[in-house]
């Protein structure tokens, strides 16, 4: 028997007996719940039966506890239609974006070599300049500004045949901004959502709402340096969204741990090279 088939056994059989004491206790608070779950989960394309199974008895179950919060942020907050260019984003966020990414490009070698000594042979790194709003490494003065919009800005780096399994991102306060630093012609390296694989080579840019259910994969025996950067989501009222942003800036240290796991931190406490060392 397949390991994710053992998983997914051992998880309904310990679903089942909570929903039916959930049921018994608080029926209407469960409805309330698994409606919004279906609700906010009925948002994805390319629907399977693995993408439900995620969410409702496996690593979405954070993304479905909060699903009434978010599917609220939704009613105040700009037209999400999932996948985003920088076309989607008002001016002032959009200067920002292009701001720091012309940072990366225009130090991308010096960048690299930073990541590289300080990684070492990790098979899955983030190396973070700046994580919810907190400056973290400084060895790059123009990703040290007081950035209004912009709440994370790191590198994350893929060693050789290292893939993120399928997962959800827990809120919708802010969007996920993705930049391949050294895309390869290939269709091997990519990142999967909303039932279509984005090749890194056709565009190095990809924007989108991580909520939604995805995977980032690289199937060559070579690294990946992706730009990673959550920035706030445009809202009618976007004093509300900072609010709430601080208020997960305040926590964001302490949950690191829960959803990246797997991944090396290079942060806060961790001593970096200067740049181009």
Same mark, same amino acid.
């Given at each position: ?53 995620r ?19 939704d ?46 042979d ?5 190396y ?6 907190? &400056?973290?490494?400084?060895? !790059? *003065?123009? #990703?040290? =500004? ?9 590198? @994350?780096? $893929? ?10 991102g ?8 993705l ?56 809202? &009618?009222?976007?004093?509300? !969204? *900072?609010? #709430?942003? =601080? ?9 690191? @741990?829960? $959803? ?18």
């Amino acid at each position: 028997m397949k390991r994710e088939t053992k998983k997914a056994i051992k998880r309904t059989a310990i679903a089942v007996p909570v929903f039916a004491v959930l049921f018994v206790f608080i029926p209407w608070v469960t409805l309330f719940f698994i409606a919004c779950g279906l609700i906010d989960v009925g948002r994805n394309k390319g629907k399977t039966r693995l993408m439900y199974r995620r969410y409702f008895f496996g690593n979405g179950i954070p993304t479905w506890l909060l699903s009434p919060f978010n599917l609220a942020v939704d009613l105040f907050s700009k037209r999400n239609p999932g996948l985003h260019t920088l076309d989607d984003f008002p001016d002032e966020y959009r200067g920002e974006i292009e701001a720091v990414l012309d940072t990366f490009k225009e130090r991308k070698d010096d960048i690299i070599a930073d990541i590289d000594a300080a990684l070492g042979d990790s098979k899955r790194g983030m190396y973070v300049y700046r994580w919810f709003g907190k &400056r973290q490494i400084e060895n !790059i *003065d123009a #990703l040290n =500004g007081d950035f209004k919009y912009l709440k994370t800005i790191a590198v @994350s780096v $893929f060693s050789g045949k290292e893939s993120t399994t399928w997962h959800y991102g827990p809120l919708r306060l802010s969007y996920r901004i993705l930049y391949n630093l050294t895309p390869v012609e290939t269709d091997q390296i990519y990142i999967e959502c909303n039932g279509k694989k984005h090749f890194w080579h056709e565009e190095p840019l990809y924007i989108f709402d991580d909520t939604l259910f995805h995977r980032s994969v690289n199937q060559l025996d070579s690294l990946r340096y992706c730009v990673f950067m959550d920035i706030a989501r445009p809202s &009618r009222f976007p004093g509300v !969204i *900072d609010f #709430l942003l =601080g208020f997960v800036s305040a926590v964001a240290d302490r949950v690191k @741990s829960m $959803f990246y796991k797997n991944w090396r931190m290079i942060g806060a406490g961790t001593k970096a090279p200067a740049a181009g060392e």
